[in-house]
């Protein structure tokens, strides 16, 4: 199954139909509030894994009952409610996709197809089921807890091994080591202005309003792109940085997102100033 995923990350040939669905997802989710709202920015973490609990509950609780005796009609209700649900979350699931690099929009591919195969064995499984026809959707609903089951593995493979809507930068808090860490004096620091600087080999980015100064982690949290290279704006009234690659902005006074495609808050380091230098440390 490895050595299978390793090859869909590398097919090249997936890119034809994952070019022309990203045009439309993107083209039909057109407002940036919307994209925002299904990227889970709201919430500071991504909104599709937690929206996929429902229908997945729902399902393994359905095939749960159909083992039972007698439990016909709280099975169907599971089954459409599992079946309604999977739609919106499917909707998220689309969003981020459209967002990810090419290597990953291809595992998404096949992970959305699998997906799509078991929610259409559900769909099928429900008509059965509100029919009379009660093995038949049972047999619909197991085959179809098998596909998503095969879509869950693969979106596994999608978010842990090629880390597709996760930290990105957090990673790097594991590279400093422990103590106050200098970074510059508090007299050169340009006013409203971002500068990069090193902390262990770990970029950082500072920027100075009045007498506050932002340390905040330099690698977008979304696809590691270059914040310290980005543009600050001022968003719903706060100063913010925005990534250079894909458009996710974060406030610079607490680090959290405003604007997707990140779902992830940006990591803000503590500081303190001693004899005139701006220092830092691990949170």
Known sequence: MRALLTKVEQASRLDRT???????????????????????????????PAMVQVPVGAWISAAVLDLMPGQRRPAT????????????????????????SRDQRRVGLVHAAANTVGVTLYAGSLAARLSGRHGVGRTLGFI??????????????????????????????HRMSDGWHSLAEMAALPQRTLVTREVDDVSVILYRHGDEVTVMLERCPHQS?????GEVQEI???????????????????????????????QILPTRVQDGVLQTRLP
Not at 225 to 229: D, K
């Open 18 to 48: 994952g070019d022309r669905l990203q045009r439309a997802v993107l083209a039909t989710l057109r407002p940036r509030r919307l994209r925002d709202l299904l990227h889970g920015v709201t919430l500071g973490h991504p909104l599709h």
């Open 236 to 266: 719903d009234g706060h100063a913010c940085v925005v990534c250079p690659w894909h458009g996710s902005a974060f406030r610079l006074n607490g680090g959290e997102v405003v604007q997707g495609p990140s779902g992830n808050d940006q």
């Open 144 to 173: 179809g807890l098998s596909a998503v089951s095969l879509g869950a593995y693969i979106g596994g493979h999608l978010a842990y091994k090629q880390g597709a809507q996760v930290n990105q930068s957090i990673s790097e808090l």
């Open 77 to 100: 209700v599971l089954v459409g409610l599992g079946t309604v649900s999977a739609l919106p979350a499917a909707v998220a699931g689309l969003n981020d996709w459209a967002a990810l």
């Open 225 to 229: 792109g270059p914040l310290g290279e």
